[in-house]
Protein backbone atom coordinates (compact mmCIF):
# COMPACT_ATOMS: atom_id res chain seq x y z
CA UNK A 1 0.00 0.00 0.00
CA UNK A 2 1.67 3.32 -0.70
CA UNK A 3 1.90 5.55 2.00
CA UNK A 4 3.75 8.47 0.29
CA UNK A 5 0.96 11.27 1.14
CA UNK A 6 2.14 13.90 3.46
CA UNK A 7 -1.30 13.72 4.76
CA UNK A 8 -1.30 9.77 5.98
CA UNK A 9 -0.59 8.61 9.57
CA UNK A 10 1.61 5.72 8.91
CA UNK A 11 0.83 3.40 11.19
CA UNK A 12 -2.95 3.30 9.98
CA UNK A 13 -4.47 0.33 8.61
CA UNK A 14 -5.65 1.72 5.49
CA UNK A 15 -5.03 4.93 3.48
CA UNK A 16 -8.58 5.96 3.12
CA UNK A 17 -7.82 8.55 -0.05
CA UNK A 18 -5.98 5.71 -1.77
CA UNK A 19 -9.30 3.77 -1.79
CA UNK A 20 -12.02 5.30 -0.12
CA UNK A 21 -14.06 2.77 2.21
CA UNK A 22 -17.88 1.85 1.76
CA UNK A 23 -19.40 0.84 4.91
CA UNK A 24 -23.02 -0.36 5.68
CA UNK A 25 -24.45 0.45 8.98
CA UNK A 26 -28.23 -1.14 10.14
CA UNK A 27 -30.13 2.03 8.15
CA UNK A 28 -27.23 3.94 6.22
CA UNK A 29 -24.35 3.19 3.82
CA UNK A 30 -21.70 5.48 4.27
CA UNK A 31 -18.96 6.41 1.20
CA UNK A 32 -18.00 8.71 -0.82
CA UNK A 33 -19.74 11.38 -1.73
CA UNK A 34 -20.47 11.66 -5.82
CA UNK A 35 -22.03 14.71 -8.17
CA UNK A 36 -25.25 11.85 -8.31
CA UNK A 37 -26.22 12.58 -4.96
CA UNK A 38 -26.70 16.49 -6.14
CA UNK A 39 -30.24 16.53 -6.06
CA UNK A 40 -31.19 14.49 -2.97
CA UNK A 41 -28.18 16.83 -0.75
CA UNK A 42 -30.12 19.69 -2.06
CA UNK A 43 -32.93 18.58 -0.06
CA UNK A 44 -30.33 18.33 3.31
CA UNK A 45 -28.65 21.68 2.40
CA UNK A 46 -31.27 23.92 1.08
CA UNK A 47 -32.91 22.66 4.71
CA UNK A 48 -32.87 25.49 7.34
CA UNK A 49 -33.54 23.23 10.22
CA UNK A 50 -30.91 21.31 9.29
CA UNK A 51 -28.11 24.02 8.54
CA UNK A 52 -29.04 25.68 11.62
CA UNK A 53 -27.60 22.41 13.12
CA UNK A 54 -24.19 21.90 10.77
CA UNK A 55 -20.98 22.65 11.82
CA UNK A 56 -19.38 25.20 10.09
CA UNK A 57 -16.59 26.78 12.41
CA UNK A 58 -12.81 26.81 10.13
CA UNK A 59 -15.13 26.23 6.67
CA UNK A 60 -14.54 28.71 3.57
CA UNK A 61 -18.55 28.89 3.49
CA UNK A 62 -21.80 28.38 5.25
CA UNK A 63 -23.70 25.77 4.62
CA UNK A 64 -26.87 26.38 3.31
CA UNK A 65 -27.29 26.20 -0.67
CA UNK A 66 -29.86 28.23 -2.60
CA UNK A 67 -29.81 26.44 -5.98
CA UNK A 68 -29.02 22.53 -6.80
CA UNK A 69 -26.30 24.63 -9.14
CA UNK A 70 -24.65 25.19 -6.00
CA UNK A 71 -25.32 22.13 -4.39
CA UNK A 72 -22.93 20.50 -7.47
CA UNK A 73 -20.32 23.15 -7.00
CA UNK A 74 -20.05 22.43 -3.44
CA UNK A 75 -20.07 18.98 -4.42
CA UNK A 76 -17.46 18.95 -7.02
CA UNK A 77 -15.34 21.31 -4.29
CA UNK A 78 -15.42 18.63 -1.81
CA UNK A 79 -14.08 15.63 -4.49
CA UNK A 80 -11.22 18.12 -5.17
CA UNK A 81 -10.05 18.08 -1.76
CA UNK A 82 -10.83 14.70 -1.50
CA UNK A 83 -8.42 14.14 -4.45
CA UNK A 84 -6.00 16.45 -2.39
CA UNK A 85 -6.11 14.28 0.54
CA UNK A 86 -7.25 17.28 2.54
CA UNK A 87 -10.71 15.59 3.68
CA UNK A 88 -13.13 13.09 2.85
CA UNK A 89 -16.91 14.01 2.50
CA UNK A 90 -19.19 10.84 2.88
CA UNK A 91 -22.55 10.54 1.88
CA UNK A 92 -25.14 9.29 4.20
CA UNK A 93 -26.91 7.24 2.38
CA UNK A 94 -30.55 5.67 3.99
CA UNK A 95 -30.93 1.81 3.37
CA UNK A 96 -34.36 2.16 2.51
CA UNK A 97 -34.30 4.31 0.07
CA UNK A 98 -30.93 4.70 -1.65
CA UNK A 99 -30.62 8.41 -1.57
CA UNK A 100 -28.41 10.55 0.19
CA UNK A 101 -29.48 11.59 3.07
CA UNK A 102 -26.67 13.92 4.19
CA UNK A 103 -23.00 13.58 4.63
CA UNK A 104 -20.47 13.56 7.17
CA UNK A 105 -17.04 14.83 7.21
CA UNK A 106 -12.98 13.26 8.22
CA UNK A 107 -9.28 13.72 8.08
CA UNK A 108 -6.39 12.35 8.94
CA UNK A 109 -4.77 14.07 12.39
CA UNK A 110 -4.48 12.51 15.98
CA UNK A 111 -7.82 14.57 16.50
CA UNK A 112 -10.45 14.55 14.46
CA UNK A 113 -12.94 16.64 13.33
CA UNK A 114 -16.40 14.91 12.77
CA UNK A 115 -18.84 17.29 11.18
CA UNK A 116 -22.29 15.36 10.75
CA UNK A 117 -24.37 17.32 7.94
CA UNK A 118 -28.47 15.61 7.73
CA UNK A 119 -31.22 16.36 6.92
CA UNK A 120 -33.55 17.35 9.71
CA UNK A 121 -35.88 14.21 9.23
CA UNK A 122 -32.95 12.17 10.16
CA UNK A 123 -31.96 14.51 13.13
CA UNK A 124 -32.62 11.91 15.55
CA UNK A 125 -31.28 10.58 18.18
CA UNK A 126 -31.58 7.23 16.94
CA UNK A 127 -30.08 7.71 13.29
CA UNK A 128 -27.33 9.99 14.80
CA UNK A 129 -26.12 7.46 17.35
CA UNK A 130 -25.32 5.29 14.22
CA UNK A 131 -23.62 7.43 12.41
CA UNK A 132 -21.66 8.40 15.67
CA UNK A 133 -20.49 5.06 16.42
CA UNK A 134 -19.95 4.39 13.06
CA UNK A 135 -17.37 7.35 13.26
CA UNK A 136 -16.06 5.84 16.62
CA UNK A 137 -15.34 2.20 15.65
CA UNK A 138 -13.88 3.50 12.34
CA UNK A 139 -11.78 6.77 12.21
CA UNK A 140 -8.82 5.53 13.25
CA UNK A 141 -8.70 2.86 10.93
CA UNK A 142 -9.50 5.46 8.63
CA UNK A 143 -7.44 8.76 9.17
CA UNK A 144 -5.31 7.41 12.39
CA UNK A 145 -7.64 9.72 14.71
CA UNK A 146 -6.90 8.85 18.62
CA UNK A 147 -9.76 11.75 19.20
CA UNK A 148 -12.75 12.98 17.55
CA UNK A 149 -14.58 16.44 18.67
CA UNK A 150 -17.82 16.82 17.32
CA UNK A 151 -20.17 20.13 17.75
CA UNK A 152 -23.50 20.08 18.83
CA UNK A 153 -25.11 23.51 19.79
CA UNK A 154 -27.50 23.71 22.61
CA UNK A 155 -30.45 23.29 20.42
CA UNK A 156 -29.51 20.15 19.37
CA UNK A 157 -31.40 18.36 21.48
CA UNK A 158 -31.37 15.18 19.33
CA UNK A 159 -27.82 15.16 18.64
CA UNK A 160 -26.79 16.41 22.10
CA UNK A 161 -28.92 13.09 23.35
CA UNK A 162 -27.01 10.55 20.52
CA UNK A 163 -23.48 11.93 21.86
CA UNK A 164 -24.44 11.70 25.78
CA UNK A 165 -25.66 7.70 25.36
CA UNK A 166 -22.86 6.95 22.75
CA UNK A 167 -20.58 7.59 25.67
CA UNK A 168 -19.34 10.96 24.19
CA UNK A 169 -18.06 14.01 26.60
CA UNK A 170 -18.76 17.63 26.66
CA UNK A 171 -16.03 19.45 26.58
CA UNK A 172 -17.06 22.67 25.49
CA UNK A 173 -14.24 24.39 23.82
CA UNK A 174 -11.99 22.48 21.21
CA UNK A 175 -9.52 25.45 19.81
CA UNK A 176 -11.73 28.82 19.65
CA UNK A 177 -14.94 27.71 19.37
CA UNK A 178 -17.40 26.36 21.71
CA UNK A 179 -20.08 23.42 22.11
CA UNK A 180 -17.97 20.10 21.37
CA UNK A 181 -17.92 16.59 22.48
CA UNK A 182 -15.16 14.11 22.61
CA UNK A 183 -14.66 10.34 22.35
CA UNK A 184 -11.84 7.95 22.21
CA UNK A 185 -11.33 5.48 19.33
CA UNK A 186 -11.29 1.97 19.14
CA UNK A 187 -8.68 1.30 18.30
Known sequence: MDTSSTNF????????YLECPKIK???????LIRKADSESLFQCYNDERAVCLMNDDNCDFGFYVESRE???????????FYEKQYFIRFSIVDNATDKAVGT????VGETG???????SDFEKASCLSEIF????????EFFGNEVIVTKAIPGATERRKA????GWEFIDKY?????????TCKQ
Open 104 to 107: IEGF
Open 175 to 183: REHHDYYKI
Open 133 to 140: EFAKDNFY
Open 113 to 119: VLRVDIS
Open 25 to 31: TKSFTIR
Open 70 to 80: KMLETIGYWLD
Open 9 to 16: KEDTILNA
Open 163 to 166: LNSC
